[in-house]
């Protein structure tokens, strides 16, 4: 038996149906991973994306197997879709940040419309940090193009239109400045001072079903550098 698993999912308030509606695949599988099967690896890093656990805690004999990332390696975890990134780790990562939080999306509805986040973005702000956030231009080719490729059309610019007026309050504060842009996005970018979330985009598919990296900038490794550096251009454009 699978403690750890179990003691997760009753954490996380999941049951066997649910998990196997989230991760598509027959609830007895996830019976048999709780009695002590092991997951393939795409399953395991699902499923502890799902409830918010290391994989190595969940399943400690498979640790030893994965490829580790090298000293002085950035990306620390890699989500499978951007549903599977809970709230909480949404939430812990905005908190934490103490000198700049910046967001580089199109709409970013799915955290703007989520209360507890905008709350969390003016209590930084509150505190001195510096927020930015930068949200594509409605009216822009590329944001139609964007709805065209997923198959939403002109609900895009309505999603944007949206956060704006949500955002509306937030904007207002001395170390808030939100900005349009008109570009041709390949990711979206989460800053929280030198963590990134990064949600590279899938062409034909929403970015709630692509997935996250969460990479932390070093001196010694350029990849976040690279993203840092791209939020940059594109803001000086905005």
Known sequence: ??????????SAGLDSADVAARLDVDPKTVEQWCAGRLPYARNRAALAALVGRAEGELWPAAAHSRPRVPPGGEILTIYPHRWAVPRETWLRHFAGAEREIGIL????????????????LADRAREGVKVRLLLGDPESPEVAERGES????????????????????????????????????????????????????VYGQP?????????RFTVADMLAANYLESFERVWTGA
């Open 150 to 201: 997923e198959g939403v059309g002109d609900a895009m610019s309505a999603r944007i239109r949206n956060a704006l007026a949500l955002l509306s309050p937030l904007a207002k504060m001395a170390a808030v400045e939100v900005r349009l842009h008109r570009t041709a996005l390949y990711n979206s970018i989460y800053r929280a001072d030198d963590d990134l979330l990064i949600n590279p985009h």
């Open 1 to 10: 038996m699978n403690a750890a698993l179990r003691r997760a999912l009753m």
């Open 207 to 215: 970015a709630a079903t692509a997935p996250v990296f969460h990479v």
């Open 105 to 120: 999306a199109y709409s970013a509805l799915f955290l703007i419309e989520d209360p507890g986040i905008l709350h969390t």
